[in-house]
């Protein structure tokens, strides 16, 4: 059964004190990554897709690596605006369907 | 670009009342959209897969006959809840792909009440 696991569960940041999550995943075929920001009551804003081990992007404070079986979401100085649930998500090849992980709720005090 | 606008942003029922959720691609067609619904503190689980001018493809465990999807055309995807009961009540969110498997846009989801 694929399968997406996202680590830790809930995390608390001081601001500026740099931190990763992970995601772990076993869905044959990985077609893509997905990585998105979810704030309370909306929904889930992309941020990332990666594709292959080895790949990373970037986009403020966040950087997106990938490998053969995991991926990682690093935040480096995060502000209390970064404070959200951050979302990973697979696609499996030949499908077009998204499978989520439970998330990892971001949490930075100023 | 890529913006996917759902409408109502929140709805209030009575038990045994049909709801309808609205799914709107606004700068891209989209041959195929997904229905989520998501539960307090719980990740976004998969409820069917809509494309545009056939049926619906459904997940295990979820009743075609409760949960209605609509594709009719490029641009728009409906939900409707039908006789809904107090245990309907969750958030639903839909998505599109502008390119099947290359980024996913979401709406900003329904929050859904049934009393």
């Known amino acids: 059964e694929d399968q997406v696991t996202q680590s830790p569960e809930a995390l608390r940041l001081q601001e500026g004190e740099s931190s990763s999550l992970n995601c772990s995943y076993t869905?044959?075929?990985?077609?893509?990554l997905f990585w998105y920001r979810q704030d309370p009551g909306k929904g889930p804003e992309f941020l990332f897709t990666?594709?292959?081990a080895g790949e990373e992007k970037e986009k403020e404070r966040l950087k997106a690596t990938l490998t053969k079986k995991e991926s990682f979401l690093h935040i480096t100085a995060p502000k209390p605006e970064d404070s959200a649930t951050y979302l990973c998500?697979?696609?499996?090849?030949?499908?077009?369907?998204?499978?989520f992980g439970k998330g990892t709720k971001l949490t930075v005090n100023p | 670009g890529a913006v996917v606008s759902q409408h109502p942003s929140r709805v209030i029922c009575k038990s045994g009342t049909s709801v309808k959720i609205e799914c709107r691609s606004l700068?891209?067609?989209?041959?195929?959209m997904f229905w989520y619904r998501q539960f307090p503190k719980q990740s976004l689980m998969l409820m069917a897969t809509?494309?545009?001018?056939?049926?619906?493809?459904?997940e295990q465990g979820v009743e075609k006959d409760k949960f209605l999807i609509n594709h009719a055309s490029l641009t728009l995807s409906t939900l409707t809840v039908t006789s809904a009961h107090p245990e309907d009540s969750s958030f639903y969110i839909c998505?599109?792909?502008?390119?099947?498997?290359?980024?996913?846009?979401f709406g900003s989801g329904t929050r859904l009440t049934v009393v």
């Open positions: 998505s599109a792909a502008a390119l099947p498997g290359y980024g996913y846009t």
């Open positions: 869905v044959s075929g990985l077609r893509g």
């Open positions: 990666l594709y292959s």
């Open positions: 998500a697979g696609t499996q090849g030949g499908s077009e369907k998204l499978v």
């Open positions: 700068d891209f067609q989209a041959t195929t």
């Open positions: 809509s494309n545009e001018g056939s049926k619906a493809t459904y």
